[in-house]
Structure formats: structure tokens, C-alpha cells
């Protein structure tokens, strides 16, 4: 059934969103994603500093020659360049950078744009931004980028972004959840997540996976505007 919907559906729906690198030392990215996928990974972003664009590339094509078996979201990162070349279905950029009006012009119409957050103002301004599709909130925990957001920011997000409204953007907490802290972030207010070593340093990506893809769609199923939000998205 999901390969009849469009892309912004998709995302409407996703739970589970995975980052990676090209795991160019293990030689394994296609079994890897593959196992995430099977787990219900909803989407996946490659992203990885040390690689060059032509690995980025080839990581991504890997990627969704897997996802298309999963009807998966494959997601390039900040570069607008390399998601036209990879002609992205989602391009998510940095805090800092490029800003989504000018990326919009790598990218075929369809496509949507992601913008990390990691302070009220910036969520306030993606959210204000008609370039912007979706958010990712975060850290949830630890320090990245030297921010200490914490949950409060994620309580900050489902204020001023209700999972739970159909007119609201689509907002993944991010930061170091991990299956044995996310009921705190679903606490917080999150429905989404979007993780990298939770999974990538599972010693099984596909049972890691399961395990938070199984706790995010308890959460759904037990929250009464969640099912509303999935009903209201196929009907649209």
C-alpha cells in the first residue's frame, strides 16, 4: 500500500529514522540498511565527513536500491550538489549553512527539506520557513555540536509542534536516544526519533530496530491523537 503514497505521506507517517555513515571500514552498508529496514527503519540518512562526494553517492544509490524493497525514505545530507546528482527525495540540512529556499533549487519538485534544530529560535524559524518540511530536534541527550538542548527542547518542540496535528511539520528527537531512554523522550512529547548508534552499533541492527520501531508504534497506538494523525493522513 505505501508505494501509492507520495513522499510527504511517507514522512507523515515515519517513526524510526536511522543515520549513518558509508561504513566504508566494515565494507557492509547494503546487509546493514537492509537489516535496518527489516527492523522498520522508516528512513535513513547517510551522512559522513570523512567521505567524499563520489562515496556519498555510492553510498546513497546502495541505500535505495535497498529501500526500494521497504518503500523506504533515503536522504542525502546538506550538500544541495550531491542530492541533485542522487536526484534526493529528501535533503536534510545543517543548523548552520545553506538555507532551504536556495537548496530547493538542487532538488525536483516533489522533494522535501529537513533543517536541524538545536535551539527554540532555530525550531521557531524552520517552522516559520515554507521551504522547510521537516525538523529534527535535538540533542536529546549529551552535547553534540556543544549544545546541551535536553528534553526541554523536545517539550519546547510538541508545544509549538504538536505530533499530533496534521497541520503541524513533521519532528524527529534526536541526540542519543537509545532504546533504554527513549520512553523519556516519548515522555517529552516526541513520536518520532531519528538515532545512529542505537542501531549502528547493535550487535543485531534489525532486532535494534524492531525493538524501537515496536515502542514508537505502542506509543501511537496508545495515543489517541497519533491515530488520529495517521487517519487524517490517509484521508488526505
Not at 33 to 50: C, L, M
Not at 113 to 137: F, K, M, P, Q, W
Not at 161 to 179: C, L, N
Not at 205 to 227: H, I, S, T, V
Amino acid at each position: 500500500m505505501t508505494a501509492l503514497l507520495g513522499l510527504a505521506t511517507r514522512l507523515g507517517l515515519a517513526r524510526l529514522m536511522l543515520i549513518t555513515g558509508t561504513r566504508s571500514g566494515q565494507g557492509d552498508l547494503a546487509e546493514f540498511v537492509d537489516a535496518a529496514f527489516a527492523g522498520g527503519v522508516d528512513a535513513v540518512q547517510v551522512r559522513d565527513p570523512q567521505a567524499t562526494q563520489p562515496e556519498l553517492l555510492a553510498a546513497l544509490h546502495a541505500v535505495r536500491s535497498v529501500g526500494y524493497r521497504y518503500q523506504g525514505l533515503v536522504c542525502a545530507y546538506e550538500s544541495g550538489p550531491l542530492a541533485q546528482e542522487f536526484q534526493a527525495d529528501l535533503l536534510h540540512l545543517p543548523e548552520r549553512g545553506m538555507g532551504a529556499r536556495l537548496a530547493r533549487g538542487f532538488l525536483h519538485k516533489w522533494a522535501l527539506i529537513g533543517r536541524s534544530c538545536h535551539s527554540r529560535a532555530e525550531i521557531d524559524a524552520a517552522l516559520a520557513d515554507a521551504d522547510v518540511n521537516y525538523l529534527t530536534i535535538g540533542p536529546a541527550f549529551g552535547g553534540l555540536g556543544g549544545s546541551s538542548a535536553g528534553l526541554s527542547l523536545v517539550r519546547y518542540a510538541a508545544s509549538v509542534a504538536p505530533t499530533g496535528d496534521r497541520e503541524s511539520k513533521p519532528w524527529f528527537a534526536v541526540g542519543g536516544v537509545t532504546a533504554a531512554n527513549l520512553d523519556e523522550v516519548l515522555a517529552a512529547g516526541a513520536r518520532r526519533v531519528a538515532v545512529t548508534r542505537a542501531i549502528t552499533e547493535a550487535a543485531d541492527a534489525e532486532a535494534a530496530a524492531m525493538a524501537m520501531k515496536d515502542r514508537l508504534r505502542q506509543a501511537w497506538n496508545e495515543d489517541p491523537e497519533m491515530q488520529g494523525l495517521t487517519l487524517k493522513v490517509f484521508r488526505d
